[in-house]
């Protein structure tokens, strides 16, 4: 087991490697995913959020050791970045790896727990949440400053951004990082990261709104294209259901 941990928590190293080596065993469990688990740890009165990512195939625990970096590694590394350029992310802690002859077998990343008072994803499936509409439009000028900050997040979805309201003001945190890129965003790029976050044409027309009020861009243009990414990433979804459906049996 290999482990980096950030400059601020060196000290605890032992105790951060005491957790990865007993995750099975110990924590508080979070999230149970088909792929990842997610536990919760206490440190000196900090809780912690420790993600296990599901071991690899075959060819990707070599390419995660020789090739590529680990999903452990980017989440992050990815959070490191997205600091430095001010936008909101769990203050992250360490990453460990575990090999073997071949390659990498688990990993695990480790940040701050956030407790957060919603999702994206209440905002869809809460039409009447309270500040809706205006919570939408500093979700979209979040994300615009991401955008012009050169992020481009792959799991832009409902659950991956945290909100923190405090005294009617809201927060944002990304969580889920290990897919991004840093490059400068053409405009069909950023609108096609809105495709994952709703099937809700009123609340894709909010966004346009005000994504194009911030671009200086058509709101007409901006809505279109904003629509089509979205409508194009739920046909792919429904393809997919219907291949695994046919072939697999799954649901």
Not at 112 to 125: M, P, S
Not at 180 to 193: E, G, I, V, Y
Not at 194 to 201: D, H, S, V
Not at 226 to 248: C, G, H, V
């Amino acid at each position: 087991m290999k482990g980096t941990v950030h400059p601020s928590s060196t000290s605890k190293y032992n105790v951060l490697l005491s957790f990865v080596n007993n995750f099975k065993t110990d924590g508080i469990l979070f999230i149970k995913g088909h792929r990842n688990v997610i536990k919760l740890f206490n440190l000196e009165g900090t809780t912690l959020n420790i993600k296990s990512f599901k071991k690899p195939n075959f060819i990707n625990q070599i390419a995660y050791r020789y090739f590529r970096k680990s999903k452990a590694r980017r989440s992050y590394e990815f959070a490191n970045i997205l600091l430095k350029k001010n936008i909101g992310t769990p203050q992250p802690i360490a990453y460990f790896e575990r090999f073997n002859l071949f390659g990498i077998t688990d990993s695990y990343y480790i940040c701050e727990h956030l407790k957060h008072d919603l999702t994206y994803r209440d905002l869809v499936i809460q039409p009447n949440y309270k500040n809706h509409e205006e919570i939408l439009r500093k979700f979209t000028r979040f994300t615009w400053d991401m955008h012009e900050k050169g992020i481009y997040f792959k799991d832009h979805s409902p659950g991956n951004t945290l909100i923190v309201e405090n005294n009617n003001t809201y927060e944002f945190y990304l969580v889920d990082l290990n897919r991004m890129s840093f490059t400068k965003l053409d405009f069909k790029a950023r609108m096609k990261s809105f495709a994952r976050l709703t099937p809700k044409k009123e609340m894709v027309r909010i966004m346009s709104d005000e994504y194009a009020k911030l671009s200086e861009e058509d709101f007409e243009k901006t809505y279109q294209l904003m629509w089509y990414y979205t409508n194009q990433f739920r046909e792919r979804s429904k393809r997919k259901k219907r291949i695994k459906q046919k072939y697999l049996g799954k649901k």
